[in-house]
């Protein structure tokens, strides 16, 4: 940290971002909160939310492509259920930083700004106009199927290959059958997932969205709601396309070892 608070103080930047997905785990937000203590008078906390359904499958697929859970979505639920709770870490967020620092926005496209997210945090930053030359082009952050990421959480968990190279090969893919959302959790699973939550919402809803209704939109959760979870014909087509997709990444990475310990 000492590294950052000169980073920070050394720079004349008007605006200083600081973002990684670490911030939201247990314990950091006081760290953070003492190291920008006298570094900054305007300090703000811009926090996007999941719907919690959404949260869990992408946590899933996240830490199951890096190996760090075996390809179980049920027994990760049950394992790491509680830390997908954002109450917790917004309250820590809370006390370092004051009510008035923190601004919730829920990530739904049609509640962000232009729906996209980009425009929408440089909205909440206050940085004016959002120009053409400012935003992304093509669609982003794509979610690999349930399929992929197992397999590739395998390659990463039983041999010495590097899954990270592998996973920005497959993301800069345009192989449509090597993504799929709502491929983790089937309609009925996804509905639990949101009515445990219902306390959390209720407390995000009242806390920092003014009580104006819920945070999310749940129509896709509906009685009459269409499940959007592959059946066993699309599954089975997920998974070949995993196989043809990964498989040669490894080879690749073998015959590179191959190749440098030839070139020794």
């Known amino acids: 940290m000492p590294a950052l608070q000169s980073e920070i103080s050394e720079s004349d930047a008007r605006v200083k971002i600081l973002s990684s997905e670490m911030f939201f785990l247990p314990g950091i937000a006081a760290s953070i909160g003492n190291t920008l ?91 004016g106009p959002f120009s053409d030359d400012d935003a992304l082009t093509g669609e982003t952050n794509k979610s690999l199927s349930r399929a992929v990421s197992e397999q590739i959480g395998q390659v990463a968990q039983h041999t010495p290959f590097n899954v990270r190279v592998m996973i920005r090969q497959l993301i800069a893919d345009a192989s449509p059958d090597t993504r799929r959302s709502n491929d983790v959790y089937d309609l009925e699973t996804r509905r639990n997932i949101v009515e445990a939550s219902k306390a959390d919402l209720d407390w995000l809803s009242e806390r920092f969205l003014g009580g104006q209704g819920p945070a999310f939109q749940f129509d896709d959760l509906a009685a009459d709601a269409e499940d959007k979870y592959p059946d066993c014909e699309e599954m089975l087509r997920l998974e070949r396309a995993a196989i043809r997709k990964v498989i040669p990444l490894v080879g690749r990475q073998m015959a590179d070892r191959q190749g440098n310990a030839d070139g020794e």
């Open 37 to 127: 203590r006298g570094l900054g008078e305007d300090i703000r906390v811009v926090v996007y939310i999941r719907r919690p359904d959404a949260y869990a499958e992408a946590m899933y697929k996240q830490r199951v492509k890096n190996g760090r859970i075996a390809p179980d979505p049920m027994a990760y639920l049950t394992r790491f259920g509680e830390q997908l709770r954002f109450r917790p870490i917004l309250t820590e967020f809370e006390n370092a930083f004051g009510k008035d620092a923190i601004c919730v926005r829920p990530f739904d496209r049609a509640r962000l700004d232009g729906g996209n997210v980009v425009q929408d945090f440089w909205a909440q930053l206050g940085m």
